[in-house]
């Protein structure tokens, strides 16, 4: 990988952590997710207007992959605030939500024809091994099959699990669409479309008093969110235009790190010890990504 891409993806990650860190305080989840988001769609509305000026309106198979990349989202972002909702940790659903790398090396090869090395491979698992021992209480043969047990017992962690299949989903879709269509226009394309299908269910599900008072409470956090939330997810689409999808996505994980150590020195959550270790796993695989060609 080039330094340009390493850069942009650490950034990114680092920048996605902290926009989780946020939303694990609000109160209720779904209402602050959709306002932040609302909130990017406009900062980001005038560069927007700009590139269209300058491009041209994008071709209908770029709008129609932005429309699928949206609707995607939007059911990510629903099982996002659930897992959040129902008590998960941060330090632990957080990597469960970014263990894709190994579901997306395989779409990568059998559907995009991504040529990826051996030591790309090798860190792609070795990232999806931390993120996996993340999830453990305890260091044990016993405690192994937990992680599984849990996505079928305990709601954080199936949710969790629902979202990592939504970014799996996505990145896949946003490889594809900033092919046809320049990164800042595709990603306010999928936003809005996102949009479009997220505020008729808060309308119908949260009540005004509800809405109001998570802008009242949180605005400073939703505005900070809002610009998190474009410049961490355009620093990637930037680094898709030029770098494997399982790399990108691979490297990505290193936000696993990030979540750690805010869910373990900041949200004082459980199970500090094991989640480092897993975590320096994590940083290892995505050191061994970066040095794959």
Same mark, same amino acid.
């Given at each position: 990988?080039?330094?340009?891409?390493?850069?942009?993806?650490?950034?990114?990650?680092?920048?996605?952590?902290?926009?989780?860190?946020?939303?694990?305080?609000?109160?209720?989840?779904?209402?602050?997710?959709?306002?932040?988001?609302?909130?990017?769609?406009?900062?980001?509305?005038?560069?927007?207007?700009?590139?269209?000026?300058?491009?041209?309106?994008?071709?209908?198979?770029?709008?129609?992959?932005?429309?699928?990349?949206?609707?995607?989202?939007?059911?990510?972002?629903?099982?996002?605030?659930?897992?959040?909702?129902?008590?998960?940790?941060?330090?632990?659903?957080?990597?469960?939500?970014?263990?894709?790398?190994?579901?997306?090396?395989? @779409?990568? %090869?059998?559907? $995009?024809?991504?040529? *990826? +090395?051996?030591?790309?491979?090798?860190?792609? =698992? /070795?990232? &999806?091994?931390?993120?996996?021992?993340?999830?453990?209480?305890?260091?044990?043969?016993?405690?192994?099959?937990?992680?599984?047990?849990?996505?079928?017992?305990?709601?954080?962690?199936?949710?969790?699990?629902?979202?990592?299949?939504?970014?799996?989903?996505?990145?896949?879709?946003?490889?594809?669409?900033?092919?046809?269509?320049?990164?800042?226009?595709?990603?306010?394309?999928?936003?809005?479309?996102?949009?479009?299908?997220?505020?008729?269910?808060?309308?119908?599900?949260?009540?005004?008093?509800?809405?109001?008072?998570?802008?009242?409470?949180?605005?400073?956090? @939703?505005? %900070?969110?809002? $610009?998190?939330?474009? *410049? +961490?997810?355009?620093?990637?689409?930037?680094? =898709? /235009?030029? &770098?494997?999808?399982?790399?990108?996505?691979?490297?990505?994980?290193?936000?696993?790190?990030?979540?750690?150590?805010?869910?373990?020195?900041?949200?004082?959550?459980?199970?500090?010890?094991?989640?480092?270790?897993?975590?320096?796993?994590?940083?290892?695989?995505?050191?061994?990504?970066?040095?794959?060609?």
């Amino acid at each position: 990988m080039t330094p340009l891409a390493i850069a942009l993806i650490i950034s990114s990650a680092a920048i996605h952590a902290m926009r989780e860190l946020l939303t694990k305080k609000a109160a209720d989840k779904q209402v602050f997710i959709w306002w932040y988001k609302s909130f990017s769609l406009l900062f980001f509305l005038p560069p927007f207007i700009y590139f269209i000026h300058k491009g041209g309106i994008p071709t209908s198979t770029g709008i129609l992959i932005g429309a699928i990349s949206g609707f995607i989202h939007f059911i990510y972002w629903l099982f996002l605030s659930k897992s959040y909702e129902y008590g998960g940790d941060l330090s632990r659903v957080y990597p469960i939500m970014r263990s894709s790398p190994a579901l997306v090396l395989l @779409i990568s %090869i059998l559907f $995009l024809k991504e040529d *990826v +090395s051996v030591l790309g491979v090798i860190g792609i =698992l /070795t990232v &999806t091994v931390g993120v996996y021992l993340v999830n453990l209480k305890k260091i044990s043969l016993n405690e192994l099959i937990t992680p599984i047990k849990a996505v079928f017992t305990e709601k954080p962690t199936r949710f969790a699990f629902l979202t990592l299949l939504g970014v799996v989903a996505y990145s896949t879709a946003d490889k594809i669409g900033v092919s046809h269509v320049h990164p800042l226009i595709f990603l306010w394309i999928f936003t809005l479309f996102s949009l479009l299908f997220f505020t008729p269910y808060i309308l119908k599900t949260k009540k005004i008093a509800t809405i109001t008072s998570e802008w009242k409470n949180n605005k400073r956090s @939703i505005m %900070i969110n809002g $610009l998190f939330s474009v *410049v +961490s997810y355009y620093l990637i689409l930037v680094a =898709l /235009t030029f &770098t494997n999808l399982s790399y990108v996505d691979g490297l990505r994980q290193i936000s696993v790190v990030f979540a750690v150590l805010f869910g373990g020195y900041i949200l004082k959550e459980k199970h500090k010890f094991i989640r480092l270790i897993s975590a320096v796993i994590i940083f290892i695989g995505a050191l061994l990504i970066s040095m794959a060609s």
